[in-house]
């Protein structure tokens, strides 16, 4: 499978609709690969929603959309048991997360009750209702939207709920020329409306099993584990980085070395995405919060300062790595 010819035409599909914002594209594309999930941050208004129906769309995949409210109950999520009388059996009704792509709009305005019901489905891809374990369909990804301004009426998500996203991101505002495409291109109707496929979910999961070959080296592999130990190491941390943040970052490694045509993971790779990784899994100490410290800035600043090793990345026919 050609990864990074699939990449160009997902990607290629997505800026259709999405405008201007390239490198975000990319690691949603990148999340796909890898099988993980994305956290999108930012204000309303900037294509959050378009990006995750974009993706469904481009790919042919089921979308569900699930609006989070303080109301909700865990049961609006997984789906639910309903007792037929003509059959004499309880019917399993599936919820709004056994889909392909799932936009989980305003996350934190759920409960923590409510949030954990997403815990398994993420990490375990299945939903358990009633003793009865429904697996989800694939590929399967879940995108999950929160506004970083507005705070009230709001439960902020635990270490262990912001664990299981393989990145998080933010869109921004537009530039002033993207805006005024933006407004020329809705013009009569909105782009996603002639949107059309450009890949198959046939097409993704190969594309997944060949990201999965691409070749990290064990220099690389001490690069990934030094700066995951240097958020732990950190004084204006109070909790660093766990050890799956380590495995996606190699993870994100390989979907991005094999996006751009190459079967090995070089340095670039894992400083590049470093911030999208590690940030949203690292809790600041009170000291940073009173110097008002951010997540990202302390990961831009553990990568500035760790030595990047040097030498070949790639691998020889035994499949080790070439001196």
């Known amino acids: 499978m050609d990864v990074k010819s699939f990449g160009e035409r997902v990607i290629d599909s997505l800026e259709n609709v999405i405008v201007g914002k390239r490198q975000s594209v990319e690691l949603v594309v990148i999340g796909l690969l890898c099988q993980g999930h994305v956290l999108i941050e930012d204000v309303p208004g900037v294509g959050k929603t378009m990006l995750a129906r974009s993706l469904a769309r481009s790919m042919k995949c089921v979308f569900n959309r699930i609006q989070f409210t303080p109301d909700m109950l865990p049961s609006d999520v997984t789906g639910v048991s309903i007792y037929n009388q003509q059959s004499n059996q309880f019917e399993f009704r599936p919820g709004p997360i056994i889909g392909q792509i799932v936009l989980a709009d305003e996350i934190n305005r759920a409960t923590p009750k409510t949030q954990a019901a997403l815990l398994e489905a993420m990490e375990e891809r299945q939903v358990t209702v009633d003793g009865v374990t429904h697996p989800m369909p694939k590929p399967f990804m879940v995108l999950a939207t929160q506004n970083p301004i507005e705070y009230e009426g709001t439960f902020p998500l635990p270490e262990a709920q912001l ?15 993207d805006e005024i495409r933006i407004m020329d291109d809705q013009k ?29 080296s064990t220099a690389v592999k001490r690069y990934i584990v030094d700066l995951s130990t240097r958020t732990r190491q950190s004084q204006d941390v109070y909790l660093g980085a766990s050890p799956r943040g380590s495995l ?16 090995h993971v070089l340095p670039d790779d894992i400083k590049s995405l470093a911030v999208a990784v590690l940030a949203h899994r690292i809790i600041l100490s009170p000291a940073a919060r009173m110097r008002d410290m951010s997540s ?9 300062s760790t030595p990047v090793p040097g030498g070949s990345f790639t691998a020889d026919s035994a499949g080790k790595s070439q001196p």
């Open 296 to 304: 990202d800035r302390i990961v831009q600043e553990i990568v500035l």
């Open 163 to 177: 664990d299981r996203f393989l990145l998080r991101l933010r869109l921004g505002y537009p530039a002033i020329t």
């Open 248 to 263: 996606f970052l190699a993870r994100a490694g390989q979907a991005r070395a094999a996006l751009q045509g190459r079967d």
């Open 188 to 216: 009569l109707q909105h782009p996603i409306e002639s949107l059309q496929p450009v890949v198959t979910a046939e097409d993704t999961l190969r594309a997944i099993e060949a990201v999965r070959k691409v070749f990290i």
